[in-house]
């Protein structure tokens, strides 16, 4: 997906071993993929256990945390779902059971961003 400035992803999932929902929200763009904010219900085993703000029912990080990618394994258990302003994305119909997913930003040049249909074949027949 191509993108000209910012847009959000959502990561949804339920945590393995809480079995509480957690969303975390990155921005990709042209500074990359950043961890800017995450929420969640309880605390557990790799979530943040400080620097978080109780919102309603939710405890929230916010952050600026630059990733060269973000790779996971998905299963059904966990319910992921990567939310893009394209639509959302199952990530376990993608990848499959126990799949790796990568999610990364590629620099790409420009030309690349506007070519969308291929292009004509530049051979002549005789």
């Known amino acids: 997906m191509a ?3 910012d847009v959000e992803l959502r990561l949804e999932y339920l945590h393995s071993v809480e079995r509480t929902p957690v969303v975390e929200v990155y921005a990709a763009g042209r500074r990359g993929l950043r961890l800017v904010r995450m929420e969640f ?3 557990g085993a790799g979530l ?3 620097g978080y703000a109780v919102v309603g029912d939710r405890l929230v990080l916010r952050t600026d ?3 060269d990618r973000l790779e996971l394994r998905v299963a059904g258990v966990n319910g992921a779902r990567l939310i893009t ?3 959302p994305l199952d990530l376990v119909t993608l990848a499959g059971e126990g799949g790796l997913v ?3 930003v590629r620099r ?3 030309a690349v961003l506007y070519v ?3 292009m004509p074949s530049l051979s002549r027949s005789k």
């Open 3 to 5: 993108v000209e400035r």
């Open 41 to 43: 219900r309880s605390q």
């Open 48 to 50: 943040p256990a400080t």
């Open 65 to 67: 945390r630059r990733l």
């Open 85 to 87: 302003p394209w639509g």
């Open 102 to 104: 990568t999610v990364a």
């Open 108 to 110: 790409l040049p420009r």
């Open 116 to 118: 969308s249909q291929p």
